[in-house]
Structures are given as C-alpha cells and as structure tokens.
C-alpha cells in the first residue's frame, strides 16, 4: 500500500490566520481568569508555571492545528462538571451529569471503555482495510482522550472540595499517572496519524493504550485507586507539577516507539505488510517519538534531580528510583546515538525500542514493587 509521506511544515508568524490568534487569546483569557480567581494562593513559582504553560499551550495550537479544538472543548468539558458539582462534593452521587459522564470518575471509566472500543475497530479497519473503520477507530480515540482531559482537570477541582489542604494536581499516584500515560500517548499518536496521513498503525499504538486500561481497571474496583487522597509530604512541591508531566511525554513516547516497532517487525517479516504502512515510515515515526520522548525524559530527570536537592539536600542519592531512570535514559541515548552516527536501521532497533519498553516499564512501575527507596510512595 503505497503511503506518501507528509512534510513538514514550515513555521513563521506571518503563516498565521485569524483563528491562531484568536486560539492565543482565548489562551490568554483563560489564564487571566485562573490568575484572578487563584493567583493570591500561587507562590511565584506557581505564577511562573501559569505563565508558561500559557508560552507552551499557545505554541502547541500554532503547531499543531487540531489542538486548537481539542483543548478548549476538554476545558468545557470540564467545566461544565465543575459547574454541576456547584461547590458541594455530594452532587457527584445525586446529580445524573456527574454520576453518569462528567465527575472525574465517571469520564474516566468513559475513556478507558472508549479506548477498549478504538482499538477492537482500528484492529477490524486494519484487517479488512477499512478506511471507515479506522476514521471511526480514530474518532473513538480522539473522543476518549477527549474524556480523558477533561476527567483530570474535574478530579483537580474535586480534591479542592474535599479540602484546600487536599487539593492537588491530579499526577500524584499510580491511578492518576496510568491515566496521564494513556492520554499523553494517545495525542503523540493521533498527531504522527495526521502528521503522516495513516491510520493503520492506531491498531498497534492502541493495545499499549489498552494494557494500561487493564491496570486502571483493575487499580480502580481490586484497590479503590480513584479515591482521591491527600499528597504525602515528599510530593507537596510545585515541582511535582511539572516533573510529573514531563516525564510521562517520555513514557508515552517509548511506549508509542515500541508498538511501532512491533509493527515493523512484522511487517519486515511479510506479517500484515500489505495492509501497514511501508516498514520505512513506520520507523521515522518510531525515530521521531524517541526522540521527543529522550527531550522530555531529559528535561524531567534534571527537573527531579533539582527537585530532589529541594527536598533532600542533594542532586543525587542513586536511589532504585533514580538508578533506573539513568538506565531508561542511556539506553535510549544509545539508540539515538546508534540511529544518528553509526547509520543502524532496521530490526535491531525495532528490537531495541521493544526491549526498551520493558526496561522503562520496570523503571515507572516495577521499582515500587520491587524495591525500596526514597522514592516508595507509590506502591500498588
């Protein structure tokens, strides 16, 4: 099947329409209402990040147009939730809007079945190369990531109506992270979909996806997970805010890599080539996703070491914790370092981009389980 692939485009300001700049200012308003409503209980670390994530939002709807749509309709999502609970928690168990789609848990447990329900149609689309199935395949996933966002913003507003002293950023356990991870590597991969013009490789990316429902599932109804908890002490930090985040563009992207390099595999191997896209767009994509993940895996490993010096005295203790994240780190800088300067191609770095899933895998969820450090307090 013969796939063209879409270049890059170029950026400058004069490339710039009506709608970008109104997208900046909606922006701009938005964070201007948050500062006037919250900006006395921000520190001006807090007022910073505020100001950045307004630099960071505008510049991600510049370039990638379909954001423009997609964050503002998440916010009214949400806001239409918080509205509903009308300052008061118990609304969640009497108001038919809460309980059913738009408190925290309720869009949550959407996502995951919206999910679930994506990837059984892009498998079929990809199967019986359905160029419908897999637009609905994608407009599934769009509409659970959808969800998703909107169902974390809620669960930050519902901490602050359990108590101001509880209300945090909803990044702070493994329930809330797993669902970061799911949202996050759905939108690297809906934008390489668009960015690329192929939807065949949503049925590989979307069983990572999957797994991960699986453990929210499971974290949700065997441990009563979703239970909203207020942070420990080593996690009440405004760093935690953007830490958090910057490490899980990472895992999503290493994730997203390794189903890519599953799909090429099997591709190579005259497994499903027919119906995936040539076995040398496949391995751009996987390229492109480690390299931004090895960005952000970067920017959160100096982050948490400035943050450990915060809270503990020093940039480094190897910790378990602290250990894997070096190894998760070096084995991706090996694979660029192999991929840019030594020319390597092919199934030795599909392998390696599989192999490297499990090494982060262990890094994110096996070192709670398995070991202990400064860093146990997120165990299952």
């Known amino acids: 099947m013969e796939l063209v692939q879409m270049q890059a485009p170029g950026f400058s300001l004069r490339q710039l329409d ?42 991600l709807g510049w370039f990638w147009k379909s954001w423009q749509w997609y964050f503002p309709a ?30 925290s848990q309720s869009a ?20 019986r190369r359905s160029g419908f ?14 969800l998703g966002l909107a169902g974390l913003c809620v669960r930050w507003f519902e901490s602050y109506l359990i108590g101001p002293d509880v209300g945090h950023i909803p990044v702070s356990n493994l329930y809330e992270v797993f669902v970061l991870f799911c949202l996050i590597t759905a939108l690297m991969y809906l934008y390489y979909e668009g960015r690329y013009a192929t939807r065949q490789m ?30 420990i002490p080593a996690l009440q930090s405004w760093w935690m805010k953007i830490h958090v985040p910057a490490n899980f563009v990472g895992y999503g992207a290493f994730a997203l890599s390794a189903m890519l390099g599953v799909a090429q595999l099997l591709s190579m191997r005259g497994i499903l080539t027919s119906k995936l896209p040539k076995p040398e767009v496949i391995e751009e994509v996987m390229y492109k996703a480690i390299a931004i993940g090895f960005l952000f895996f970067t920017i959160a490993t100096v982050l948490g070491a400035m943050w450990a010096a915060d809270a ?30 030594k020319g390597w191609r092919g199934a030795v770095l599909a392998w390696w981009a599989i192999i490297g899933l499990f090494v982060t895998a262990f890094a994110f969820v096996g070192v709670n389980m398995f070991l202990t450090g400064l860093h146990s307090y997120g165990t299952l």
């Open 74 to 103: 998440a916010g009214l999502l949400a806001l239409a939730g918080i509205n509903l609970y009308d300052g008061d928690l118990a609304r969640g168990q009497t108001s038919f809007g809460l309980k059913f789609l738009l408190s």
């Open 133 to 146: 199935l897999t637009r609905v395949g994608s407009g599934l996933t769009w509409a659970a990531a959808l």
């Open 108 to 127: 949550i447990m959407w996502m995951c079945f919206l999910f679930f329900l994506a990837t059984v149609v892009y498998w079929l689309g990809l199967l």
């Open 18 to 59: 009506w709608r970008d700049w109104g997208y900046a200012l909606l922006i701009l308003v938005a964070a201007g209402v948050a500062y006037s409503r919250y900006g006395h209980a921000m520190d001006g670390y807090e007022q910073a990040i505020l100001a950045g994530s307004v630099v960071g939002l505008t510049a």
């Open 202 to 231: 949503g049925a590989f990316v979307l069983l990572v996806i999957s797994a991960a429902v699986v453990f929210i599932l499971w974290y949700t109804f065997d441990r009563q997970a979703h239970e909203i908890q207020p942070l």
């Open 312 to 341: 503990w005295g020093g940039y480094w203790s190897w910790d378990p914790k602290e250990t894997w994240a070096l190894i998760v780190w070096l084995n991706y800088a090996a694979w660029l370092h192999v991929r840019l300067v």
